[in-house]
């Protein structure tokens, strides 16, 4: 059975679902990096990384700890954020003690919910409207500052966008969105009513929004804004006139949600003598040779970080426009995926078996096996599933490949959170990989 390290309430009733009030009636059972989460494979650890930024002594940091403590990975997580796996169950101070070391604990109390994205080409390609990294280096330290924000779920999600749509688009329960007069947008969940204030109070204005939602969600017990027995609309009208009390400039405005897109995958022109490197990781898998190609190219050849988006990529920043080619191709090389033209493109997983003790099937294996040859260039994201949980799952539309108790897969297309009539699919992986193609086909 799953567990957690840390002292836990007693057990839910069997089969309760995340989204289950028996399961909420445990309290926040979201594993962080000082409270592992026990699964069939170890104990595994998250580590929040505000705005997938890491420094590339944090990164080589984290290879370290993966390959002395865990199994010798590192996964990336849909809000860019890292796991450790397989650790040993007594190895949780020494992984607190040399994640502080390296930076990456500046808050114990708030560690678990400084959950932020960020536009992950913000201030590389000139496309955005500003550059957030000053609001996400504002918004971090306000979070960890505040008594109030300590009490939010690991599950509550900040999205600063830097007005390209992209981050906008994945339903954070806050969401800052730059605009090009050098105002900001704030959105609570997603609604289409948007608060306009001045760019410099956004992050003030983002963490006002997240102790609203605190006051409101006491008596429900609410994780996130979706989850309020009201809806956002309360909650917005709230914010609304807490930012007017505070004397901030807030006009309410209509933006609906955007469609949004991840980075590109390649070399993406920057400004100046330096272009960025976007590449994927099959599955959002690293292994140490990987992991260490990024670092090494980062460190050698670029400004010395790694941007981890929320679509289990990394963005390298700052590489020389002379080597970026070549760099792109030695990453490649590796197993890194590196354009749309890759099967591994668009594919993702939950970590199935031997991981999960609530997976029907070892999905990343099944995958593996059902990868595609070549396939449309507008191909759907597909996501395989060990079960109806569907954790990590995209947002948008996106195929759904779920296994199912008869040892079966089930296939459909989800558009708007409506899932289409499912396919069933046992006749081995030619067949399965047959009725996935067929419904990333744009056209289906």
Not at 363 to 387: I, M, Q
Request: glycine share 14%; hydrophobic share 45%.
């Amino acid at each position: 059975m799953v567990g957690m390290l840390a002292a836990m309430p007693p057990p839910a009733p069997p089969f309760a679902q995340p989204d289950d009030a028996r399961f909420r009636s445990r309290g926040d059972a979201c594993p962080g990096a000082l409270r592992l989460h026990r699964a069939d494979d170890g104990a595994l650890a998250r580590v929040r990384v505000p705005g997938g930024v890491l420094a590339v002594e944090q990164a080589d940091g984290l290879r370290e700890l993966a390959g002395e403590l865990g199994d010798g990975e590192l996964y990336l997580t849909s809000r860019g954020n890292v796991q450790l796996r397989g650790l040993g169950a007594g190895c949780g101070g020494e992984l607190a003690s040399r994640m502080y070391e390296m930076g990456l604990l500046p808050s114990e109390r708030h560690e678990r919910v400084r959950n932020v994205v960020t536009s992950p080409l913000a201030g590389l390609d000139g496309h955005g409207a500003r550059d957030v990294r000053p609001w996400l280096t504002a918004l971090d330290a306000l979070v960890c500052a505040s008594e109030e924000a300590a009490g939010l779920s690991g599950r509550f999600l900040f999205a600063l966008d830097d007005g390209r749509g992209d981050v906008d688009a994945l339903g954070a329960d806050v969401t800052l969105r730059a605009r090009a007069d050098g105002d900001a947008e704030l959105r609570v969940g997603a609604l289409e009513s948007v608060a306009r204030i001045p760019g410099g109070e956004a992050p003030r204005a983002a963490l006002l929004a997240a102790t609203v939602f605190l006051s409101m969600a006491k008596a429900s017990g609410a994780w996130r804004v979706a989850d309020l027995p009201g809806g956002a609309g309360p909650l917005f009208d709230e914010v609304v006139r807490r930012l007017d009390a505070a004397g901030l400039p807030v006009a309410r405005a209509t933006a609906p949600v955007p469609v949004g897109a991840p980075p590109v995958l390649g070399v993406v022109a920057s400004p100046g003598g330096t272009d960025a490197l976007s590449v994927g990781l099959p599955l959002g898998r690293a292994d140490a040779a990987r992991w260490s190609a990024l670092t090494d190219l980062a460190r050698d050849h670029g400004a010395g970080e790694l941007r981890l988006t929320p679509w289990r990529g990394v963005v390298v920043p700052g590489v020389r426009r002379t080597r970026a080619a070549g760099a792109l191709d030695a990453l490649e090389a590796v197993g890194l995926v590196t354009g749309p033209g890759s099967p591994w493109s668009g594919v993702n997983a939950c970590i199935g078996r031997p991981g999960c003790a609530k997976s029907r099937a070892d999905v990343r294996g099944d995958a593996a096996s059902a990868l595609p040859t070549g396939g449309p260039d507008r191909a759907l994201p597909v996501h395989w599933s060990g079960c109806e949980r569907r954790c990590g799952h995209p947002r948008g539309a996106w195929v759904d490949v779920v296994a199912g108790p008869d040892g079966g897969y089930r296939v459909s297309v989800v558009r708007d959170g409506e899932h289409g009539a499912p396919v069933r699919v046992a006749d081995g992986p030619a067949a399965l990989a047959d009725a996935v193609a067929a419904a990333r086909t744009p056209h289906t």
